[in-house]
């Protein structure tokens, strides 16, 4: 296999010597420095391209008594290449890098390209470090050996040894998609987790990141079977603040259809505040109008008998005028719907919709003009501010009320903004 190296150069030769002799690479980039622009003082560049006799073969020595690298090495002219960068500037020397590790990787796409970060400056080792961390494929190693001190390894004992930054590199690519669970966007994070390739050592690790976006994933677009079949397979190693879901995601899938539904209804409303936290207000109201309609039918059904898709003539009382779909079937909306709940209940909700109709009346208005209902104007956040005051003041405490008689009584948690890794 052909086989490149990528070595920043400073002032001393020996470790990018070791490094080459060590490898033996078919083709070497060196990066380096030329003059400094304040003193004109030469950069390590002569260490590649200098004529006759160009390095000291220690500092103490009066005169340069080696030739440069390459010919130390046996490099011949179509071996190498010298990189230009800046001595102390973090940036250049990153964007440099990262220009040489493309060129390099699309000249030899099939090579083994291993980096040597010893040589150079601070600058320059943490720009290729840097640039090495975001190209997955790359091997990191520095030249280390025997030390007396904390300047440099002593001569003679120098060798190549891998620097492990698997760990950085998973940490470096994934963070994205972590980001994307602060915004509630699992989905996101599932897409482009599928397009990495983990680190051998990092396999497991980055497949419950990706399984766990994947549930979140799954929650959010309704499909609650889904995603408690895969939190209930990661449960042993689940950290203690994610191991709530699972008791929650078992409530949306209960087998009593009373209590299910009980739950269904606040998983709604907290699915309503992400889209709000995204800035999707539309999309808010329109599951807010879905929450408070759903509301209604579930009370009716549990506590009336009654189903608003197919009311009984008998059960519509004479002040109530509902019309007929294409079966013959009577059918409740929202506001007949909330107007049966107040003549044939007796509790919380029909105090609410007695007390609060008017109120209710207002904030659907404004979801009537959303371009998700029957108007065309975008719902904007001074909009659902208020909106979702109400809901949260008068809206949801009648609610859990209601819902404590089918063992619902307390709002779940708001899905996890945060993954925990």
């Not at 440099?96 to 083994?112: E, H, L, N, Q």
């Not at 409740?332 to 509790?347: D, E, I, P, R, S």
């Not at 404004?366 to 001074?382: C, D, M, V, W, Y």
Request: net charge neutral.
């Amino acid at each position: 296999m052909t086989q490149i190296l990528i070595c920043t150069v400073g002032g001393s030769h020996q470790p990018i010597v070791s490094a080459i002799n060590d490898l033996r690479p078919d083709f070497v980039v060196f990066i380096c420095t030329d003059k400094d622009p304040a003193t004109n003082q030469p950069g390590s560049r002569v260490q590649i391209e200098g004529k006759g006799n160009c390095i000291k073969a220690h500092n103490s020595d009066a005169n340069p008594t080696l030739p440069n690298i390459p010919t130390q090495t046996g490099l011949a002219s179509e071996q190498y290449e010298t990189v230009l960068t800046l001595s102390d500037n973090l940036d250049r020397t990153y964007l440099d890098c990262i220009t040489a590790i493309d060129g390099i990787s699309r000249r030899f796409p099939d090579a083994r390209i291993v980096a040597d970060y010893t040589g150079g400056t601070k600058s320059m080792c943490a720009g290729l470090v840097m640039a090495v961390v975001e190209s997955p494929g790359i091997d990191l190693q520095l030249v280390t050996g025997s030390r007396a001190d904390l300047i440099k390894v002593q001569d003679g004992s120098q060798f190549s040894d891998k620097a492990d930054c698997e760990r950085v590199r998973y940490r470096r690519l994934t963070e994205p998609y972590r980001r994307a669970w602060q915004r509630y966007a699992y989905s996101e994070a599932v897409a482009g987790l599928v397009g990495l390739k983990p680190p051998g050592g990092l396999r497991d690790e980055y497949t419950r990141f990706r399984e766990l976006s994947r549930a979140f994933a799954e929650w959010d677009n309704f499909n609650h079977m889904q995603a408690f079949s895969i939190l209930q397979s990661y449960a042993p190693s689940l950290p203690d603040h994610l191991k709530q879901y699972i008791g929650n995601a078992r409530q949306l899938n209960d087998k009593n259809t009373d209590k299910c539904d009980a739950a269904r209804l606040f998983d709604l409303y907290r699915n309503a505040e992400r889209r709000a936290a995204q800035g999707r207000y539309d999309d808010a109201v329109a599951r807010i109008y879905r929450l408070i309609e759903w509301s209604a039918q579930w009370l009716l059904k549990v506590q009336a008998g009654i189903e608003t898709g197919d009311v009984k003539p008998e059960q519509i009382p004479d002040h109530l005028t509902l019309t007929q779909n294409r079966k013959g079937q009577w059918q409740a909306g929202l506001f007949n719907a909330w107007q049966l709940v107040k003549h044939y209940t007796k509790g919380p909700a029909a105090v609410f919709i007695s007390e609060q109709e008017n109120i209710l009346r207002s904030h659907i208005e404004a979801r009537n003009t959303s371009i998700l209902a029957h108007g065309f104007t975008p719902i904007q956040n001074n909009q659902w501010q208020p909106i979702y005051a109400w809901l949260e003041s008068q809206f949801i405490p009648m609610l859990l009320e209601e819902t404590a008689k089918s063992g619902i009584k307390t709002l779940p948690s708001q899905l996890p903004d945060d993954y925990p890794g």
